[in-house]
């Protein structure tokens, strides 16, 4: 990675978000039908604010999660996405416990093994693929890890992250309510011959009463989905700020405790999860707009972390110096609970490509960023060594 070099194709958003905030920070807009909320303040207002903002609206997916001991649905309003304080506390607590801190280091140890196996065999060809022969192995082999399965079922959790991306997707295949079904019998198969680590937990919690069979198949989706793309997303964002700003591979090279900082950075600049949504349970007033009950609220998480009366205007990236925090992970009830997983997956990915790999470059013009609004990222990025480029 020398010259510098862009890799994203498509609009950038930031112009219009910058607008948004200037003129209309807070607006209804009457094709989206839904108020739009572009400041940093308003953004984590909102978010913090179960009371007046819910995230009923938030559906699971449209397919539905039938319980494995007696067939009945789970309702939308019993998910975890989509539940607000307190049926939602109760249910994120299982989540925590999933990543307790000796859980942490165990999926950090499973991340540098995988890695290992990654890297002797890369160096034998002469090119790669980012996402499909490095970020989703890691993310496989983190998340098995984490739900505390042994490594006979790490093609399943591959499978199941496949199944669960599919599901964020704008075009589903056909066959996708079958894989899901298909992926609902596995997980309880599989949760069933955990120990108490992992999806041993949730289904300690069955045994005792606190969530019934269906959640334990909505918290392990959720988990799949969440960690499914967004750590791809954003190995590929802060590959292409190397890319754009090549002097800071050498900064991390030479300095790799700097990598951290440059994970902030990116999710900051570019994040991986660019807007979510919540609906009103009442007229509520927000930077004096009154917003009437039962209205859909966009909250511009990538527009939100950008303002310039949060974090400056000055674009340049400066590693050494502390970064404001973020709404990239969200805030308030739902925050993102695998905040220090996908830190930490991005931190060793990223040490590993620009360490232990010989000279790459990322190939201009076969990288292919995600055309999503909500989403920014990559799903595929070609990448040669240098050796064999010349
Ligand atoms: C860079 C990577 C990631 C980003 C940018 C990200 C971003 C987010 C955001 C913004 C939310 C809040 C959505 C809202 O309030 O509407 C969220 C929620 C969530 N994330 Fe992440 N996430 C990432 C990685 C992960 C990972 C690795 C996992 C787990 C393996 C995960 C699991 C979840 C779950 C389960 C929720 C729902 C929490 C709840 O409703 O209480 N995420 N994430």
Request: include cysteine; charge should be negative.
């Amino acid at each position: 990675m020398t010259a510098a070099q862009s890799l994203r194709t498509l609009p950038e958003p930031y112009l219009e978000y910058a607008r948004l905030r200037r003129e209309m920070p807070v607006f209804h807009d009457a094709e989206a039908d839904a108020w739009i909320v572009s400041r940093f303040d308003d953004v984590r207002t909102v978010l913090r604010d179960h009371q007046h903002f819910s995230s009923r609206i938030l559906a699971q997916d449209s397919f539905e999660i039938r319980s494995p001991v007696d067939g009945s649905v789970l309702p939308n309003e019993e998910t975890l996405l989509a539940s607000d304080p307190p049926r939602h506390d109760a249910l994120r607590m299982h989540v925590g416990r999933l990543f307790a801190p000796e859980r942490l280091a165990a999926c950090e140890a499973a991340a540098h093994r995988e890695l290992d196996r990654i890297v002797v065999r890369l160096v034998q060809g002469k090119r790669f693929e980012i996402v499909q022969d490095v970020c989703e192995p890691v993310v496989a082999a983190v998340l098995a890890s984490a739900f505390g399965l042994e490594s006979g079922w790490h093609a399943c959790v591959a499978q199941w992250l496949q199944v669960s991306g599919h599901c964020n997707a704008r075009s589903r295949p056909a066959s996708l309510k079958a894989d899901f079904d298909a992926m609902l019998d596995e997980i309880w198969r599989a949760a069933a011959h955990c120990p108490d680590a992992g999806l041993g937990i949730f289904m300690a919690a069955c045994r005792r009463g606190e969530v019934d069979a269906r959640h334990v198949l909505d918290l392990t989706v959720t988990l799949l989905k969440g960690g499914a793309d967004t750590t791809t997303y954003l190995v590929g964002n802060v590959l292409a700020l190397l890319a754009e700003q090549p002097c800071l591979v050498s900064d991390i090279r030479r300095d790799p405790a700097l990598i951290p900082a440059l994970i902030e950075a990116s999710l900051r600049r570019d994040s991986p999860v660019q807007l979510t949504i919540r609906v009103t349970t009442a007229d509520v007033e927000l930077d004096g707009h009154r917003i009437p009950a039962n209205s859909r609220v966009l909250l511009l998480l990538g527009s939100a972390n950008r303002d310039e009366a949060v974090f400056g205007s000055e674009d340049d990236i400066h590693l050494g110096r502390r970064e404001k925090s973020h709404l990239a992970f969200g805030a308030g009830p739902h925050r993102c609970p695998g905040v220090a997983l996908a830190r930490m997956q991005g931190r060793v990915i990223i040490q590993a490509l620009t360490t232990r790999l010989p000279d790459f470059r990322l190939v201009p013009g076969n990288a292919r960023e995600v055309d999503l609004r909500a989403l920014r990222g990559f799903e595929r990025m070609e990448a040669e060594f240098m050796a064999l480029s010349r």
